[in-house]
């Protein structure tokens, strides 16, 4: 394992987020847990510091989970083998099914945070929760709006300062 810097990796974040997604995983205080794919989201500094914005939909079952949960984690694969475990992870309810039973993923303890990161990945970034927004729909550009929440179905940002950014394909 090698701590690594999220500016140094973050054109393969950006790069995995824009061709078939991350690993976006929350356990909640009392121990629930679900990983989803995320192919939005921003990696930016604020308060001095990296920071890893995850948009949520609110009819999310991990949604549900950040209600009551301080932190989240970012899985990355650096490669296209987890295609189908993406997939299957955007596409699957974690309050209906075992997503990483059936993706075959193993969730490891994270090492900064309460929860867990997917054991396949090479990179992974930890954040505690920082801010929490939902987004404001009289404040959005009606064309936004109307394109990408025609269902009503808007995002809450989750602002995560990264606590932890490594990886565990390289040895310190």
Not at 142 to 155: C, I, L, M, N, T
Request: charged fraction near 20%; aromatic fraction near 10%; proline fraction near 5%.
């Amino acid at each position: 394992m090698k701590e690594v810097k999220l500016y140094d990796v973050a054109p393969d974040v950006l790069d995995r987020m824009a061709h078939g997604g991350v690993f976006f995983t929350v356990q909640d205080k009392s121990g629930r847990c679900n990983t989803m794919n995320i192919g939005w989201g921003s990696l930016s500094c604020y308060w001095n510091g990296p920071v890893f914005i995850a948009p949520i939909r609110h009819n999310r079952y991990t949604y549900e989970l950040l209600q009551n949960a301080d932190s989240f984690t970012v899985s990355v694969p650096l490669d296209d083998g987890m295609k189908e475990a993406l997939a299957l992870v955007g596409t699957r309810h974690g309050n209906e099914v075992d997503k990483y039973a059936l993706a075959h993923l193993t969730p490891l303890d994270a090492l900064s945070v309460n929860g867990k990161v997917i054991g396949q990945c090479a990179l992974h970034i930890e954040c505690r929760i920082a801010l929490t927004m939902p987004m404001d729909p009289e404040a959005m550009d009606p064309a936004v709006r109307e394109r990408w929440y025609g269902d009503g179905d808007f995002h809450t940002l989750y602002f995560g300062q990264v606590v932890a950014c490594y990886r565990t394909d390289i040895d310190d």
